[in-house]
């Protein structure tokens, strides 16, 4: 059994910056991809960030280009999003998702792809 558990959503004023958190747990000796994804409301799942098991490899959605940052510590098998500038339309449930891949470098349709492991998600609202 994995355990994915997000943290770090609340309320953000527009122009400010966040931070968010996911930690996966479980089954120890597996090597896990993550990726962050989000849901703004009567919208569809958007992808909007991925890292590799190792840490060397990320790839960001083209809205996060320029305002996010994503990175892991691979020893405690948790993964930061940070976010610069977020607007009103940044405003959705994030969603993190762990994939038991070793890849160096996973392409985009793996990070894009709902199988895995998900957590809860967090809410986000922006607003002044």
């Known amino acids: 059994q994995v355990r994915v558990v997000e943290s770090g959503g609340g309320w953000v004023q527009t122009g400010g910056s966040l931070r968010l958190s996911c930690t996966a747990s479980?089954?120890?000796?597996?090597?896990?991809?993550m990726v962050w994804f989000r849901q703004a409301p009567g919208q569809e799942r958007e992808f909007v960030a991925g890292?590799?098991?190792?840490?060397?490899?990320?790839t960001l959605g083209d809205f996060a280009k320029g305002r996010c940052t994503i990175s892991r510590d691979v020893g405690k098998n948790t993964m930061y999003l940070e976010m610069n500038n977020v607007q009103p339309e940044d405003t959705a449930i994030y969603y993190c998702?762990?994939?038991?891949?070793?890849?160096?470098?996973?392409?985009?349709?793996?990070?894009?792809?709902?199988?895995?492991?998900w957590g809860q998600g967090t809410q986000v609202t922006v607003s002044s």
């Open positions: 998702n762990a994939k038991e891949d070793d890849s160096d470098r996973p392409p985009l349709e793996v990070l894009m792809s709902a199988f895995g492991y």
């Open positions: 890292i590799s098991w190792s840490g060397t490899s990320q």
């Open positions: 479980g089954r120890t000796f597996s090597r896990y991809t």
